[in-house]
């Protein structure tokens, strides 16, 4: 069995962003172009999780009757990397 290791969510970005360019600038065929989009659109799954997962880390933030900020215990992921489609292989 492969091991499959989590990526950061900008080395994610980096990876889309080339098989896009590969599949705007490269002469390559339907297969190859259909695995390169499976496996672009995994990675927008995973670029979409992280990034709700920001998003809720964010609204955890809220301000005290006092006017002062205060951070609460955030509970719950969106994202776990221990799933399949989180992981990718490099």
Do not use: P
């Not at 980096?14 to 705007?24: A, C, S, Y």
């Not at 002062?68 to 969106?78: A, Q």
């Amino acid at each position: 069995m492969e091991k499959k290791t989590s990526i950061s969510f900008e080395k994610a970005v980096n990876k889309l962003e080339k098989i896009v360019d590969e599949m705007e600038n490269s002469d390559i065929d339907l297969d190859t172009v259909f695995k390169k989009f499976e496996e672009g659109v995994k990675i927008s799954k995973y670029l979409d999780k992280k990034l709700k997962n920001y998003e809720r880390k964010i609204e955890v933030i809220s301000k005290d009757s006092k006017l002062k900020y205060k951070i609460e215990k955030y509970k719950d992921d969106v994202v776990d990397d221990s799933e399949n489609e989180n992981n990718f292989n490099f």
